[in-house]
């Protein structure tokens, strides 16, 4: 008897919009703060004259400069000023 062997050429589908999604991940939790194209889930931390002075991780709640420095790990839940 004699074994057939089929010759299938085998091709990856491109991958779904859903698997295809982007990455800003952070650096503490590796949470991923990506939204979309215009807007992030990273909160703004504004100082008293308005001014953007660094942003906060929804997750785990850390706290970051401009340059993604970490000033403070695994902030406290609490509101620190009004919106």
Request: hydrophobic share 35%; glycine share 4%.
């Amino acid at each position: 008897m004699e074994i057939l062997r089929q010759s299938l050429s085998v091709t990856k589908n491109k991958p779904s919009k859903k698997e295809k999604k982007e990455q800003d991940l952070c650096p503490v939790c590796n949470y991923n703060l990506f939204h979309n194209d215009k807007v992030t889930k990273r909160i703004g931390i504004i100082n008293k004259f308005e001014k953007v002075k660094g942003w906060l991780c929804p997750h785990c709640m850390s706290e970051f400069n401009l340059d993604n420095d970490i000033v403070e790990l695994f902030g406290e839940d609490i509101i620190k000023g009004k919106a």
